[in-house]
């Protein structure tokens, strides 16, 4: 089987076309989020708690809202996360910039709403020692002796629950105590009777104070500047400055694409969402090399060929790869786009369309604008002899 | 190829060993927090603390020694910005008496004097008294975890200097718990009652609404007898304590009288010594015991106590164990502050192995599938490169005790699509080569030479951008680039090495070969 056998496409014919047509959907892209939408940060740059909590029966968001205003630290907002017969919400809080621990005071409030009776042992929040605790001082088995042989008792009743709890996310109730294995009778009564199971269970928790959150702004604005420096230079020193030109571009025009669609769809800008954009940097940079490479490997053969015809060929010779290349990385990133859960969902998006758009720009951007500089040098070369 | 023996005999070499090191994976290939649950928290001692507390101190001492001479100072104020305090000393203090006193007791000042004295800490000491008060809280926090008992905690400084401490605790199930075992400064003071009142006005009534110099105002609760607290009284106690948590022996939980939980405590015998004659001395009046400037009880003295005592109050048991723990683990010598927090419950995490898995496979299978369907025979070599590289990829982490994160899955996930690259170039070229007309060993030959510069010069630039990931990433993020790293470097040998012993292999066995499945 074989696409793209020995085609001829005329890429660099309409290079001003494609390079007007990016040109343009960068200037889009930039006023979009310079404009209108800017970006929705994360906790992680933004600041601020965030909650990942898990409900029994699909919440009242309205009375979630409100538990967590009383709270008066700054504005609430809340997502469904995941897919919504989860139920799961993320809940978030902006810092109120100040440095504390406000995970336990957001915790707090949606107990208090949610949950009537606020003492004994709470099955969703607690963890094994305290269940093991509670139960040892109730003792339902009635094993009495001292505090240590109660507890050992009761040991594995507790890790029988927690690793329930583990597996299906939340307690929803006394029967789902059933499935305990480990749990006696006299136990799962006691706990059927007294244990409060709760509304919600939480599954994580990312506060990130304003220190920490302006340490992390410059880092991630660090890591993007000197990669970008750092291809210019890599390709620089294994081909030529009128190619890192070309290629790096082309990189800053796929990360000004990705920001504005992750502006215009509202999606967070977190350190994930850093790191997809410096893969896409990598990956963007790995296509233009195929390309830059053949194109180099092009010149010893062609001499007196002219420059623009060599890159299409080069172009056109390589073609199959990058397409093969491109689609099969684009098939695992759908892969993890489709199933690698909530939390991994807007870095795969980032890079899904950052594997098109990077192997767009290395053929339409990358290529004609190391064309342009190539042909800029010449001309200053002979400009120079002539005079 | 002559050598082909060896080369299989290092291809067998390297997947033994891999194999080797990531067998059973469960329990050799490291997960991060994010996957295994647990909590990461960034906290700082507020070092300042321990600065006042050192200059509190001095101050202390000298106002103590002029009372006993005769000469109480007319005024003493510490001056909040400067790490130091001001004194005005009586008109008639000998100059003689107050210039021992001062020399004496304030070495670590820089002391100057005109019609009041000034002292300030000097800065060294300041670096000082603020580097033990982080190494101080970076033992202590860690003799609580210990106590605690949590597998595999990372609790170190951020840094050579600095005030932050990083704490990673996997399996953590009840965060909420273990944020308050570590923040609390669990600085426990024995300090005698002057009088109580239901507000602090009363209370000062009598003081003529000043607090007296020697004494402080500390709140504490009301209690009925099931430990429900009903309401607050503010006592007034001197400030200079009889026994501190300096003094504590042991702590552990404990009942009350009416069979609550309580924490009892015992004595060192130098704290035993100095309990014993205050509590001797002071039968029928009342002691407070203060917990982190709370008072929680203040029991009146029936007799003589020497080496223990008892907190009670509103505990749970629960609470109880946890405030016995971090009484024997020792105080924080300043207050902790969380700057940052990840926690991740156990469910997320499990949760987000399965479906990073499901991903991962999927794209796998989509991979193998086309590259068999449009490469034929040359993809399954493809293939087993493909595989082998997973192998390998769980092998080194394994090796190199890295952490596998869920950003790390998606690196895998993505390694794999890059990896197929190397083997996409190389089989594209020996198309080429083949099409020229050139024989099957040679477009062999050639598809993988000349692709060779390719495939160096594209990956390292993807490395590259990993290195600059790693460097500025916090944990997952770090997992992500770890991996990438390690699989494109994996991927270099096995598309380019492995790939190449296997068609040498294959085309060996022929004598003439005139086609190649490709």
């Known amino acids: ?105 957001m915790i707090e409030a949606l107990d208090k709403e949610f949950n009537a009776s606020t003492s004994a042992i709470r099955l969703n929040l607690q963890g094994v020692d305290a269940v093991r605790d509670a139960l040892a001082q109730a003792d339902p088995d009635t094993v009495g002796g001292t505090a240590e042989a109660r507890r050992a008792h009761y040991q594995p009743m507790a890790n029988a629950i927690l690793e329930l709890r583990k597996q299906v996310g939340i307690l929803s109730g006394p029967a789902d105590l059933e499935r305990a294995k480990d749990l006696s009778g006299a136990a799962k009564r006691y706990l059927a009777d007294s244990a409060r199971f709760g509304e919600f269970s939480m599954l994580a928790a990312d ?66 969402t850093i ?83 990077g192997t767009y720009s290395s053929i339409f951007i990358a290529t004609p604008i190391a064309l342009a500089a190539s042909t800029w040098r010449e001309r200053r070369k002979l400009a120079k002899r002539r005079r | ?128 008294v603020k580097d033990m008060a982080v190494r101080q809280g970076l033992e ?19 840094g050579l200097e600095g005030d932050r401490i990083v704490v990673q605790l996997p399996g953590v199930d009840d965060p909420a718990r273990i944020k308050e075992l570590i ?43 099931e430990g429900r607290v009903v309401g607050r009284e503010y006592y007034l106690l001197k400030k200079a304590s009889v026994v501190t948590g300096r003094d504590l022996r042991n702590a552990r939980r404990s009942q009350d009288q009416y069979g609550q939980p309580a924490v009892s405590f015992s004595l060192n015998p130098a704290g035993a010594t100095k309990f014993e004659s205050f509590t001797s001395g002071h039968i029928g009046t009342r002691m407070a015991i203060v917990l982190d400037n709370r008072v929680r009880s203040a029991p009146v003295i029936r007799g003589a106590i020497s080496d223990s005592g008892i907190i009670e109050g509103n505990f749970s048991v629960q609470s109880a164990e946890d405030l ?16 940052e927090e ?37 993809g399954l070599n493809a293939n087993v490169a493909l595989l082998l590289n997973a192998l390998l990829l769980m092998g080194a982490m394994a090796m190199f005790k890295a952490t596998l994160t869920l950003p790390g899955i998606a690196g895998v996930i993505l390694t794999i699509g890059m990896a197929v690259d190397a083997n996409v170039l190389i089989f594209e070229r020996i198309r080429e080569e083949l099409e020229i007309g050139k024989t099957v060993r040679a477009a062999v030959d050639l598809g993988f030479q000349r692709a060779l510069s390719a495939i160096v010069d594209s990956n390292l630039t993807t490395i590259i951008s990993a290195l600059f990931l790693f460097q500025f990433g916090t944990g997952p993020i770090k997992g992500f680039a770890v991996t990438l790293t390690i699989g494109l470097v994996i991927s270099m040998f096995t598309a380019v090495f492995v790939s190449r012993a296997i068609f040498d292999a294959v085309l060996s066995r022929r004598a003439r070969v005139t086609s190649l499945s490709i």
């Open chain 1, 207 to 272: 506060s990130v104070g304003p220190t920490v959150g302006k340490d992390l702004r410059d880092k991630a604005a660090y890591a993007v500047g000197f990669s970008l420096i750092g291809m210019l230079v890599y390709i620089w020193f294994r081909f030529q400055l009128e190619y890192g030109v070309g290629a790096v571009v082309a990189l800053i025009h796929d990360v000004i694409i990705a920001l504005g669609a992750l502006s215009l769809t509202g999606r967070p800008i977190e350190i994930s």
């Open chain 2, 140 to 158: 202590t926090i860690r003799n609580r975890i210990d106590q605690f008992g949590v597998a595999e905690p990372v609790i170190q400084r951020q």
């Open chain 2, 342 to 378: 990840r926690t991740v419950g156990p469910s997320l995490g499990r949760d987000s192995i399965v479906r990073g898995i499901r991903a991962g496979l999927t794209g796998l299978i989509a991979i193998v599938i086309f590259m068999l369907v449009y490469y034929r025979l040359s």
């Open chain 1, 1 to 105: 089987m074989r696409f793209f056998h020995r085609t001829n496409v005329p890429f660099m014919k309409y290079r001003w076309h494609w390079i007007g047509i990016s040109t343009a959907l960068n200037i889009i892209a930039i006023l979009l989020i310079v404009l209108f939408r800017g970006f929705t940060y994360g906790v992680d740059f933004a600041g601020g708690t965030q909650l990942t909590v898990k409900f029994k029966t699909s919440p009242d968001l309205g009375r979630v809202r409100r538990a967590l205003e009383s709270l008066k630290l700054g504005e609430v907002t809340i997502q469904r996360f995941d897919e919504p017969e989860r139920n799961e919400l993320l809940v978030r809080l902006q810092n109120p910039g100040e440095e504390g621990d406000f995970s336990a005071r």
């Open chain 2, 324 to 339: 016995s723990l971090v009484l024997r683990a020792g105080a924080l010598p300043a207050s902790i502050t969380y700057l």
């Open chain 1, 275 to 357: 790191a997809a954009l410096l893969t896409l940097v990598g990956y963007s940079v790995n296509d233009t090399v195929i390309i830059f490479d053949r194109i180099r490997e092009r010149i010893k053969l062609d001499r007196g060929k002219r420059l623009i015809e060599t890159m299409n060929e080069a172009i056109n010779q390589t073609l199959s790869r990058t397409v093969i290349t491109s689609g099969l990385t684009e098939l695992v990133v759908i892969a993890l786009f489709i199933f690698g859960g909530e939390v991994i969902n807007t870095f795969a998006f980032v890079l899904m369309l950052g594997i098109v758009v």
């Open chain 2, 183 to 225: 923040r609390s400064t669990a600085f426990l003071e024995i300090k005698p009652v002057v009088s109580t009142a239901p507000s602090e006005d009363t209370l000062l009534a009598s003081t003529g609404g000043q607090v007296p110099e020697d004494s402080e105002v500390l709140p504490g609760d009301i209690e009925d007898l």
């Open chain 2, 1 to 128: 190829m002559r050598n082909l023996k060896w080369r299989w005999l290092l291809i067998g070499v390297v997947t033994a060993a891999a194999a080797y090191f990531m067998w059973p994976p469960e329990k050799k290939i490291h997960l991060g927090l994010d996957l295994k649950g647990g909590i990461h928290l960034v906290l700082q001692v507020n070092t300042q603390d321990a600065v006042r507390a050192e200059v509190d101190d001095a101050m202390e001492r000298v106002r103590g020694e002029l009372a006993e001479k005769g000469f109480p100072a007319v005024a003493i104020q510490r001056m909040e910005e400067s790490n130091g305090f001001r004194l005005k000393p009586a008109t008639n203090t000998p100059e003689k008496d107050l210039n021992q006193i001062l020399d004496d007791r304030l070495v670590d000042f820089n002391v100057s004097r005109g019609v009041e004295v000034q002292a300030i800490l000097k800065p060294e000491v300041t670096r000082a």
